[in-house]
């Protein structure tokens, strides 16, 4: 989905397909349960939360798919857990017809903070 800079998140998910909105819904949901103060915004043209400044995760509505993006460490260092899903750099995609991996979504969110936390750098 191509969206304008100018559009809220809100916008962004009831643009969607009905059927995907619960999935981004629940997606959100996870990132303000891991990260209560994670900042959201439209950024790249797709939801985006920031942690103290700096870059937490974003979601983004595929053609075929939920885009979930964190961190191109954590996909790399985590390839045995994302076997059976298509991996991009930074990111896995959620397919529309299984249920969200809520709990591996979590552990990566939680790394990424642990990761803005300390400091630490893309590898």
């Not at 899903?85 to 903070?113: A, H, W």
Request: net charge positive; aromatic share 8%; proline share 3%.
């Amino acid at each position: 989905m191509d969206c304008p800079k100018n559009v809220s998140v809100d916008e962004y998910i009831a643009e969607a397909l009905v059927e995907r909105q619960g999935m981004m819904q629940a997606v959100r949901k996870l990132i303000f349960e891991t990260a209560p103060e994670a900042e959201e915004t439209i950024g790249q043209r797709m939801p985006s939360y920031k942690l103290y400044g700096k870059q937490l995760a974003y979601f983004a509505n595929g053609k075929n798919h939920i885009g979930f993006f964190v961190d191109s460490k954590i996909i790399a260092d985590n390839q045995a857990k994302l076997k059976g899903y298509v991996t991009c750099n930074s990111g896995f995609q959620l397919r529309l017809d299984e249920s969200l991996p809520l709990d591996l979504m979590r552990e990566f969110l939680v790394l990424k903070i642990e990761m803005i936390k300390n400091g630490t750098k893309k590898k």
